[in-house]
């Protein structure tokens, strides 16, 4: 019987690639929406909050204004009503009816395809820039969040002392053609197998495949 041993980053990053293109070849996106100017708000109201729960909301917000133009002339207290199941939604009423405004003044409208111009945006970072970017526009990206932050390290992919880091060590190792499809794989795999509380680094198919010889639970550095 042969030596059980760890792969090499080099066999981990092949065999992961493989495995997610295997259990996820389609990869919708979670978030319902029909244009870019959906996918912005519904990404910003996903901060703290489940897809599911923004997917259920989202209807009712946009019958009250579906477009920039429309949701810059609500009143923040009646965005502010539709949008409280999702949490924090003080200060994501008045992002969207701000970041509205300003893609009325400033973009005639339209969402920009420009990382800068969506990252001066009201409520959205980084992450929500490069969702965006990746899925409205087709744009190379690899928004990172805690799902990707965590299994990257548990797969031995990144230090992960944060997302930045977790984002640069990802895109060094995974061909940018991929990187678009990659990030809802790994987030798909993150739900169904890699849970939080469900593997610890040792227990599903792709930690034990990558890691047969790990001993104790993987450590991770929160984002």
């Not at 901060?47 to 477009?67: F, H, S």
């Not at 992919?157 to 990802?170: A, I, M, P, S, Y």
Request: some cysteine.
């Amino acid at each position: 019987m042969s030596e059980l041993k760890n792969l090499s980053k080099a066999e981990r990053v092949s065999y992961i690639q493989q495995t997610l293109d295997e259990l996820y070849p389609e990869t919708p996106v979670p978030l319902d929406h029909f244009d870019a100017y959906s996918l912005l708000v519904a990404v910003l109201l996903s901060a703290q909050c489940t897809d599911e729960r923004v997917n259920q909301i989202t209807p009712a917000l946009w019958q009250v204004a579906d477009n920039p133009y429309d949701m810059a002339k609500v009143p923040v207290e009646e965005i502010q009503a539709v949008i409280r199941p999702c949490g924090l939604s003080p200060q994501k009423s008045k992002a969207i009816s701000v970041l509205s405004q300003r893609l009325v003044n400033e973009y005639g409208g339209q969402v920009p395809a420009d990382m800068a111009a969506l990252e001066s945006l009201p409520g959205v970072g980084h992450k929500t820039a490069s969702v965006v970017m990746a899925q409205a526009f087709g744009v190379p990206a690899f928004p990172v969040d805690t799902h990707i932050h965590r299994l990257a390290q548990r797969w031995g992919l990144t230090n992960g002392k944060n997302v930045v880091q977790t984002e640069r060590d990802l895109k060094r190792l995974f061909a940018e053609n991929h990187w678009n499809k990659l990030h809802l794989q790994i987030i798909f795999y993150g739900r169904e197998y890699c849970t939080a509380r469900g593997c610890d680094g040792r227990v599903c198919p792709i930690c034990r495949t990558c890691y047969p010889t790990r001993k104790h639970a993987k450590k991770v550095h929160k984002p």
